[in-house]
């Protein structure tokens, strides 16, 4: 069985370029667009724009110019959290029978679809400009600022640490909490101390609780299928640490948690406005997301695709992060 990056791992069909016929040029752009994998990238727009609208709302203050230096910091985090996440678990890509839209990576290494020297080379490059691009922030902002500069550098430090050594946070059994807290309270902090708000405003803590929640459920649910793949890499996810049915459980309660949480801020004006109402119209697709969930329990919680559960999960999302959106715009 050969060994790569630390991982032992089996052999596939289409696991290595010599099985495939190279892509041509639309084909290999087409696979740096999936390797990119964009469509998990708005939330976290918009959890940084609720962070800086708070300010601009309560203060009066907001910079485009300091907006938008933050704003290709945190695209290019994310870029570069994506792109090293693919290298680092192609062990476990490998292995997986199960992977989907919503799971198991992009696959464009395991596949062939692009040689591991043109996905490392990207990683180091990113990597570059993520640091470029933290310099050029740096020369933006005033000093009542730097406590947001300081914030964006840890999070180019542990957003990739997901999978990167050496803190490969994932193997752990801290990568859930990591994507939760990351798609929501920080993100948000990142937009708000930018624009010089202060730690100690409580309503960007307030209002990403119900994100992070919501967040996690989804992040939890997504490593259900890749449960027999992880645990054989030795990848300490929810779903390896508590069995699937209790990382099932687990989201179930999370789902739970942010629509409580929704509502008890729209009853104290944090979810402000006629905004605010449309929590109650998460309710029902909360009702839905756990009906799904109690039926894969009843199923025996198998390790299988479980997209139509992705497609509820990755859209209840939205409710906690468009609702403050519109009230704050």
Same mark, same amino acid.
């Given at each position: 069985m050969p060994r790569q990056n630390g991982f032992y791992v089996k052999a596939t069909p289409g696991a290595s370029g010599a099985s495939r016929t190279p892509p041509g040029t639309r084909g290999r752009a087409s696979a740096w667009l999936r390797l990119l994998r964009l469509q998990f990238y708005p939330m976290v727009w918009v959890?940084?724009?609720?962070? #800086?609208? #708070? =300010?601009?709302?309560? %203060?009066?203050?907001?910079?485009?110019?300091?907006?938008?230096?933050?704003?290709?910091?945190? !695209?290019?985090?994310?870029?570069?959290?994506?792109?090293? $996440? %693919?290298?680092?678990?192609?062990?476990?890509?490998?292995? $997986?029978?199960?992977?989907?839209?919503?799971?198991?990576?992009?696959? @464009?290494?395991?596949?062939?679809?692009?040689? #591991?020297?043109?996905?490392? $080379?990207? =990683?180091?490059?990113?990597? +570059?400009? @993520?640091?470029?691009?933290?310099?050029?922030?740096?020369?933006?902002?005033? /000093?009542?600022?730097?406590?947001? +500069?300081?914030?964006?550098?840890?999070?180019?430090?542990?957003?990739?640490?997901?999978? !990167?050594?050496?803190?490969?946070? =994932?193997?752990?059994?801290?990568?859930?909490?990591?994507?939760?807290?990351?798609?929501? +309270? @920080?993100?948000?902090?990142?937009?708000s101390l930018l624009q010089s708000g202060s730690w100690r405003d409580p309503y960007p803590w307030l209002i990403g609780l119900p994100l992070f929640f919501a967040t996690l459920a989804a992040i939890t649910l997504?490593? +259900? /299928?890749?449960?027999?793949?992880?645990?054989? !890499?030795?990848?300490?996810?929810?779903? !390896?640490?508590?069995?699937?049915?209790?990382?099932?459980?687990?989201?179930?309660?999370?789902? @739970?948690?942010?629509?409580?949480c929704g509502v008890l801020w729209q009853q104290r004006g944090i979810f402000g406005g006629m905004s605010g109402f449309a929590i109650f119209l998460a309710i029902p697709h909360a009702l839905l997301l756990v009906r799904a969930i109690l039926r894969y329990l009843r199923r025996g919680a198998p390790c299988e695709r479980i997209n139509g559960i992705m497609v509820l999960a990755l859209t209840y999302i939205l409710w906690f992060g468009l609702i403050p959106l519109a009230h704050l715009s």
């Open positions: 959890a940084y724009t609720i962070g #800086a609208l #708070a =300010v601009w709302r309560q %203060e009066g203050a907001f910079s485009s110019r300091i907006y938008w230096s933050g704003y290709l910091c945190l !695209v290019l985090i994310e870029m570069l959290t994506v792109i090293s $996440n %693919e290298w680092f678990d192609q062990g476990t890509d490998r292995l $997986n029978q199960n992977a989907g839209p919503f799971n198991g990576g992009s696959r @464009v290494l395991v596949d062939g679809d692009l040689d #591991a020297t043109s996905v490392r $080379n990207a =990683v180091l490059g990113m990597a +570059l400009l @993520v640091g470029g691009s933290l310099a050029t922030l740096a020369g933006t902002l005033p /000093p009542s600022a730097h406590s947001g +500069l300081f914030l964006m550098m840890a999070l180019a430090l542990l957003a990739p640490g997901y999978t !990167v050594p050496p803190l490969r946070l =994932v193997y752990r059994g801290f990568g859930e909490l990591e994507v939760g807290l990351t798609h929501s +309270l @920080v993100a948000i902090l990142c937009g997504s490593a +259900l /299928p890749d449960y027999e793949a992880d645990r054989a !890499v030795s990848k300490r996810t929810l779903a !390896v640490l508590l069995g699937r049915r209790g990382a099932a459980w687990s989201a179930l309660t999370f789902v @739970v948690a942010a629509a409580a």
